[in-house]
């Protein structure tokens, strides 16, 4: 008995295993197999999670006057040479978007994104549920509290390393499904950590590894937000992993994360901390 072809596997099935196989596939490899396949991919369901490579060219290319390293080199060179485009972050972040026809869940944005694709993501995926937002993009963050009051359905939230306390209470006005928030590297004094309680007290995951803590702001985090069931505050400062305090004000959590975590570097004068330079500087971490 002759074996099925490829291009006759039932159209709902196809869309769904299309759905998993990543933006690059889905652009570069799957609309070349054959032609139901290519009608296929263009189903909006196949878009529902938008995974963007980390970097794209940015919009004012001409203004860098350094060489990024770019992780993600093949794609975008197979991509403008497939497409026969040359895409900026802008320009892609649309393009992929109208693809999905409003029914992206899931995105997470390129380091070069722009307030632009990010007022047309908030206007054009209503449903959204979660969104990670690239940690180094400053301006990106500084901006997005703007339009969380778009995404009604959101539940989880990767920001950067600033304005938290601005996003949070946001995110309770408008998001009543909100779960899960994962902020490292950042700052959380007791101005964050009472915007954390007062606002998302119900959090169940909660991600905050490689910040620069207050300890008495760690306490009030582990006192008023007894929902969780995740906690990473793993390879941090402001507090010992061995603290027994802090151990046991979170024995109530079935995953707590603290490894690693000191009160500060050997070498580092209490009296000059910066939270700039000892947070924010990925390379501290590696």
Not at 117 to 140: D, H, M, Q, T, W
Not at 150 to 164: I, Q, S
Not at 236 to 248: L, N, P, Y
Request: with cysteine; net charge negative.
């Amino acid at each position: 008995m002759e074996g099925r072809k490829w291009e006759d596997i039932n159209k709902d099935i196809l869309v769904n295993v299309l759905g998993r196989v990543g933006m690059e596939s889905l652009l570069l490899d799957v609309p070349f197999v054959c032609k139901s396949w290519y009608k296929a991919s263009r189903e909006p369901q196949c878009w529902e999670h938008l995974i963007f490579p980390t970097f794209i060219k940015p919009d004012d290319i001409d203004h860098i006057w350094w060489e990024p390293e770019i992780p993600d080199r093949g794609f975008i060179e197979r991509l403008e040479m497939t497409y026969q485009e040359n895409l900026s972050a802008t320009a892609f972040v649309k393009f992929i978007v109208n693809r999905s026809c409003g029914n992206a869940t899931i995105i997470k944005l390129p380091d070069g994104c722009t307030e632009e694709a990010l007022e047309y993501v908030a206007n054009e995926c209503p449903r959204l549920k979660g969104l990670a937002v690239g940690s180094y993009n400053e301006f990106i963050n500084s901006i997005i509290v703007k339009f969380i009051s778009k995404w009604k359905n959101l539940e989880m939230l990767r920001l950067g390393k600033y304005h938290l306390k601005e996003i949070i209470p946001e995110i309770r006005l408008h998001c009543n499904n909100f779960i899960w928030l994962s902020a490292p590297y950042t700052y959380i004094g007791k101005d964050e950590a009472s915007a954390l309680v007062s606002s998302l007290s119900e959090l169940k995951y909660l991600d905050l590894h490689g910040g620069d803590f207050e300890k008495e702001a760690l306490v009030m985090i582990l006192q008023g937000c007894k929902q969780l069931v995740r906690l990473d505050i793993s390879q941090s400062f402001g507090f010992d992993d061995d603290d027994v305090e802090i151990i046991e004000l979170a024995s109530h959590i079935p995953a707590f994360k603290c490894e690693g975590s000191i009160i500060a570097p050997d070498w580092l004068d209490d009296d000059y901390i910066d939270h700039d330079d000892l947070v924010y500087d990925s390379s501290f971490f590696d």
